[in-house]
């Protein structure tokens, strides 16, 4: 099982990413799958996720109004559209898969994780 995490970069307050998780070895439509992000210095902090039937979306606080998680079954990859980015929102960030419906926003639920892309917002 892999998870390829992409699409960090370094972009100005107010613009965009949009990162990508393309998983091999299992079927994204069977997962729970997240996104979470880890700050220098601080924990790893749950950002959005998706239940396996893509019918329930969670978003912490801070991500309401602006990230939205997708998943695209063809692909096998999800995403996460980040827009008005903030230099807070400066991170690695990190995509993860679990079997089944499970609590998301818990990064304990998680089996399979990505290695990481690197997210800075500066101007």
């Known amino acids: 099982v892999q998870l390829q995490a992409s699409g960090g970069g370094l972009v100005q307050p107010g613009g965009s990413l949009r990162l990508s998780c393309a998983a091999s070895?299992?079927?994204?439509?069977?997962?729970?799958t997240g996104w979470f992000r880890q700050a220098p210095g601080k924990g790893r902090e749950g950002v959005s996720c998706?239940?396996?039937?893509?019918?329930?979306?969670w978003y912490t606080d801070s991500a309401k109004g602006r990230f939205t998680i997708s998943r695209d079954n063809a692909k096998n990859t999800i995403y996460l559209q980040m827009d008005s980015l903030k230099p807070d929102d400066t991170a690695v960030y990190y995509c993860?898969?679990?079997?089944?419906?499970?609590?998301?926003?818990?990064?304990?639920?998680?089996?399979?994780w990505g290695q990481g892309t690197q997210v800075t917002v500066s101007s």
């Open positions: 993860a898969a679990a079997y089944g419906s499970v609590a998301g926003e818990s990064a304990n639920s998680y089996r399979y």
């Open positions: 998706v239940d396996s039937s893509d019918s329930y979306k």
């Open positions: 070895g299992l079927t994204l439509d069977d997962y729970t």
